[in-house]
């Protein structure tokens, strides 16, 4: 199940286990969906957690870019949390890594988002 939350001024999109992995197959009947709420979301501040994620493929980066440029087209911020090295690896393969903050957790991020990390 995907999850969609609201912390603070911030909306969250969680990956459940069911999506370690991102692909087509998966992700296919969602996506849609999902942009829909990141295109929405107000304000534009939107953390991907994709803490149970393991894989993801050129589906999912499609996905991405495409959410990330309708919320930075907003003047909004989409970060990623939870991302493990497998996974990083195939956005540093793709020269995209430098597109998206990174964080450990949704705590972290929101705060980041909000301007009161330190």
Not at 49 to 74: A, E, H, N, P
Not at 89 to 109: M, N, Q
Request: proline fraction near 3%; aromatic fraction near 10%.
């Amino acid at each position: 199940m995907v999850n969609i939350l609201r912390k603070r001024e911030v909306t969250v999109i969680e990956f459940g286990n069911e999506y370690d992995s991102l692909d087509e197959t998966n992700l296919g009947k969602t996506s849609q969906q999902l942009i829909e709420v990141a295109k929405h979301a107000d304000p534009p501040l939107v953390i991907f957690d994709l803490t149970s994620t393991r894989y993801f493929g050129s589906y999912f980066i499609q996905f991405l870019i495409r959410t990330w440029k309708l919320v930075k087209k907003r003047n909004g911020r989409l970060v990623l949390v939870g991302l493990d090295d497998p996974c990083l690896s195939v956005l540093r393969r793709s020269k995209i890594d430098s597109l998206w903050e990174r964080f450990a957790t949704t705590d972290e991020a929101v705060a980041n988002l909000l301007g009161e990390a330190s």
